[in-house]
């Protein structure tokens, strides 16, 4: 195998690695190596020059630092913390989930508070026009679905109406046949004519107006 055509430790998947994080850890890394950011500077700066503490003991104190015993635990394995890390994530898409089901209880009662807001301003509205607007009725007094007339009166007006209708139109049937044919007979067989018989006019045709008959 070629130099470098492996990769690090440090780069392997945990299962391939074929030992213990904290064995790979002291593989890799050398005797008393100290991560770059454990490095940090002393928190207090009226700290005399020659107290400034050495840097193992700056590593010590950052929270950044995982104590040896913690590191170099024997019974720390990868089942452990491959288990840890799906424990924290499963916690973590619980919190995700709660809050989404948050989000939607708080859409959903803002939905009903506002529908129920509009619900009662439409009661409202409603209320307030009552006996305000127009009503969908037929000029004769005819239902609007069944056409069946509300009022007897209602009915008994139709019914002159219509009779006065035929009154007119068959007395002006009438004067125009005796002005086409004044002889009373057919003048080709000589048969006499068949009489046009008039309707008579209701009786209370008080309020109802007879159209002229007279200009035919």
Request: charged fraction near 25%.
């Amino acid at each position: 195998m070629l130099f470098g055509s492996e990769p690090p430790l440090c780069l392997r998947r945990v299962g391939h690695r074929g030992l213990r994080r904290h064995e790979a850890d002291v593989l890799q890394h050398p005797p008393g190596y100290l991560h770059p950011l454990s490095l940090l500077p002393p928190t207090n700066t009226n700290t005399p020059p020659g107290s400034v503490p050495p840097p193992y003991a700056l590593y010590a104190a950052s929270p950044l630092c995982i104590s040896e015993a913690h590191r170099l635990h024997p019974t720390l394995t990868t089942a452990a913390e491959l288990q840890h890390a799906r424990q924290v994530e499963a916690q973590q898409r619980q919190r995700w989930t709660q809050a989404r089901r948050h989000r939607h209880k708080d859409r959903v009662a803002q939905l009903e508070k506002r529908r129920e807001e509009e619900f009662q301003r439409e009661q409202q509205r409603g209320a307030q026009m009552a006996g305000v607007s127009m009503r969908n009725e037929t000029g004769d007094g005819r239902d609007t679905i069944t056409r069946v007339f509300r009022l007897e009166e209602a009915r008994r007006r139709s019914e002159d109406r219509s009779a006065v209708e035929q009154h007119s139109y068959f007395l002006r049937q009438q004067k125009l046949m005796q002005r086409r044919n004044p002889h009373g007979y057919n003048i080709i067989t000589g048969e006499p004519l068949r009489p046009i018989v008039v309707p008579p006019l209701p009786t209370s045709t008080t309020t109802i107006s007879l159209p002229p008959v007279n200009n035919v």
